[in-house]
């Protein structure tokens, strides 16, 4: 529950810092220089099914982000921090940004005026409370209040242990529940069980085979 809490007071704090940020955007402002610090921010959806970002890019690198979706009660909710946090690793490779979690990884691309987020076999379990992984993108552009999506980012999650709850116990083998513990295989098909008569025990049988043998 504490990383939730932190994760929406985060994005609130995010999304507010990056109100004028869209605003000057629209008005056709100048695009932020080089080494300042600038937020974007962008939501895709409805009040009880959406998702939304807000992103710090410090000297044209991210610095920070916070993400939050909303599948109506369910939530999930990400917020990590460039050598603030102790469970995410950052790292940059020209354009490329990968931040490798301790379950999944961000991919994020800096392009011309956006940011390309891709979600990497993130754990549902660990920001979500739900059983899978979560795989797409989220694209955010700068002077745009609406995200990008794509991929399984909105695709609800089964609830944590429900994951594998539909799947079917194999049915017996046909004929399987005829055959009682214990029992020994008794006949071809067709051929039935001699039974003794009389009283007759396998041991007497045996002695009159026996005697017959010897007086030949």
Known sequence: MSLYRAT??????????????????????????????????????????????????????????????????????IYLQRNRDSYSKWADSGTLTTVNLEKGAFLIEHRPGEYHFIFRDIDRERYCGMDGVINGSL???????????????????????????????????????????????????????AQPSDGATATSAAGEVTGSAAAN
């Open 8 to 77: 929406v007071c985060a994005l609130a704090l995010l999304t507010a810092a990056a109100t004028p940020v869209l605003g000057a955007q629209k008005k056709g402002e100048a695009k932020p220089q080089a080494g300042r610090s600038e937020t974007l921010a962008c939501r895709l959806g409805t009040e009880d099914r959406h998702a939304r970002i807000a992103v710090v890019v410090v000297k044209g690198k991210t610095d920070s982000f916070a993400y939050y979706s909303k599948w109506k009660p369910r939530t999930c909710s």
């Open 139 to 193: 694209t955010i552009k700068r002077g745009n209040e609406q995200c990008v999506l794509d991929g399984d980012i909105m695709v609800e999650g089964a609830a944590l242990g429900q994951a594998n709850a539909q799947l079917e116990t194999p049915a017996p083998a046909a004929g399987a529940s005829d055959v009682k513990p214990g029992a020994a295989p008794c006949c071809a098909p067709g051929v039935t069980a």
